[in-house]
């Protein structure tokens, strides 16, 4: 909350902002003298904003004196009334105090005039801040998007190339609808191998340079203690396991999905291109007909062990447990 001066505005200036708010001043600009805010200069309108800006703002600026100015658009609001760009100028060579008494004082004019008319609040230090091209320089910055984080730009990149990605020939588009890139031939053979459990174990990757997911790792045959071995600790991966066990005497054959990613030890755009394709790529395998019965996500390899998968395949139901009952106070001795 800004310090307040418990600087007032005079009579004659809450006369002046009257008639502004009723449409017949163009400018009003207002000064703080004997610890009052008063009018100086004000202007009716005499052609379109744009043409009265530098004309009727300009003349009332001084190279050391602070003010403030209240500059009327044509543009209305929703009640018919119309807008108004409230401007604080305070010039670099304007004596120290000159400068924080008007930064604090600005709330109270603020409030003195009507902030429900006030579409825009300019700061300047010089003339030129103060000019028509000033006047669009600050709007467009304020209606600009905010720039774009490391990781928004590396997205856009991403996004931008997409639509010019030449494959080659070893590679063919997936009939798995939802992927954001085409699977290399040897990576949907395996998919096959593995949907049909001739293999017990794949591993996938991205490759980023040609945007094509491929075959990184596979085995017949690997025990759950031993996929840990599989998994890097340097980049990104999706691992499918046929996960052979026995739970309450029943034995299962479960299909579990892990996608691996080793936190900051790899690119953002690794981390946002692997992101963007797993889930497409987890429905795209199910509709496919891999029964994926479990998903995991996890950034430390060690984490994956036979218990592990056991506990979030058939995690431990909680049995009722018995309100405790409050114990009965120790009788008399005798």
Same mark, same amino acid.
């Given at each position: 909350?800004?310090?307040?001066?418990?600087?007032?505005?005079?009579?004659?200036?809450?006369? &002046?902002?009257?008639?502004?708010? $009723?449409?017949?001043?163009?400018?009003?600009? +207002?000064?703080?003298?004997?610890?009052?805010?008063?009018?100086?200069?004000?202007?009716?309108? $005499?052609?379109?904003?744009?043409?009265?800006?530098?004309?009727?703002?300009?003349?009332?600026?001084?190279?050391?004196?602070?003010?403030?100015?209240?500059?009327?658009?044509?543009?209305?609001?929703?009640?018919?009334?119309?807008?108004?760009?409230?401007?604080?100028?305070? !010039?670099?060579?304007?004596? +120290?105090?000159?400068?924080?008494?008007?930064?604090?004082?600005?709330?109270?004019?603020?409030?003195?005039?009507?902030?429900?008319?006030?579409?825009?609040?300019?700061?300047?230090? $010089?003339?030129?801040?103060?000019?028509?091209?000033?006047?669009?320089?600050?709007?467009?910055?304020? $209606?600009?998007?905010? !720039?774009?984080?490391?990781?928004?730009?590396?997205?856009?990149?991403?996004?931008?190339?997409?639509?010019?990605?030449? +494959?080659?020939?070893?590679?063919?588009?997936?009939?798995?609808?939802?992927?954001?890139?085409?699977?290399?031939?040897?990576?949907?053979?395996?998919?096959?191998?593995?949907?049909?459990?001739?293999?017990?174990?794949?591993?996938?990757?991205?490759?980023?340079?040609?945007?094509?997911?491929?075959?990184?790792?596979?085995?017949?045959?690997?025990?759950?203690?031993?996929?840990?071995?599989?998994?890097?600790?340097?980049?990104?991966?999706?691992?499918?396991?046929?996960?052979?066990?026995?739970?309450?005497?029943?034995? &299962?054959?479960?299909?579990?999905?892990?996608?691996?990613?080793?936190?900051?030890?790899?690119?953002?755009?690794?981390?946002?291109?692997?992101?963007?394709?797993?889930?497409?790529?987890?429905?795209?395998?199910?509709?496919?007909?891999?029964?994926?019965?479990?998903?995991?996500?996890?950034?430390?390899?060690?984490? +994956?062990?036979?218990?592990?998968?056991?506990?979030?395949?058939?995690?431990?139901?909680?049995?009722?447990?018995?309100?405790?009952?409050?114990?009965?106070?120790?009788?008399?001795?005798?």
């Amino acid at each position: 909350m800004a310090h307040q001066t418990g600087i007032k505005p005079s009579d004659e200036l809450n006369e &002046l902002i009257a008639e502004a708010l $009723n449409g017949k001043l163009r400018i009003l600009q +207002v000064a703080i003298e004997n610890e009052q805010l008063v009018a100086r200069e004000h202007r009716p309108p $005499n052609g379109t904003w744009e043409d009265d800006y530098d004309s009727l703002i300009l003349p009332c600026l001084q190279d050391k004196e602070a003010c403030y100015i209240l500059y009327r658009l044509d543009e209305r609001n929703a009640y018919e009334k119309h807008l108004w760009v409230f401007l604080t100028y305070t !010039p670099d060579e304007a004596p +120290v105090r000159q400068k924080m008494l008007y930064s604090a004082t600005k709330a109270t004019m603020k409030k003195s005039f009507s902030s429900g008319v006030l579409i825009y609040d300019i700061s300047a230090t $010089n003339k030129d801040e103060m000019t028509l091209k000033g006047y669009h320089k600050h709007v467009e910055s304020v $209606n600009a998007p905010p !720039p774009l984080t490391r990781e928004e730009e590396e997205w856009k990149e991403i996004e931008e190339n997409q639509d010019h990605v030449d +494959v080659g020939t070893t590679t063919r588009q997936s009939h798995l609808q939802g992927v954001s890139f085409p699977l290399h031939d040897d990576a949907l053979a395996a998919i096959e191998d593995l949907k049909k459990k001739r293999i017990q174990y794949i591993q996938l990757s991205i490759d980023l340079d040609k945007e094509v997911i491929v075959l990184e790792d596979a085995a017949d045959s690997l025990k759950p203690d031993d996929i840990a071995s599989h998994i890097s600790t340097t980049k990104p991966g999706y691992h499918l396991y046929l996960f052979k066990h026995t739970h309450e005497g029943d034995y &299962l054959e479960s299909f579990i999905f892990i996608y691996s990613c080793p936190g900051y030890k790899c690119s953002v755009k690794e981390r946002m291109v692997y992101s963007s394709c797993k889930s497409p790529l987890i429905y795209a395998l199910k509709e496919d007909g891999v029964a994926i019965d479990k998903t995991l996500e996890l950034d430390d390899p060690s984490e +994956v062990t036979e218990k592990f998968l056991m506990d979030e395949l058939h995690p431990v139901q909680q049995a009722y447990r018995p309100q405790f009952a409050k114990p009965k106070p120790p009788g008399r001795k005798r």
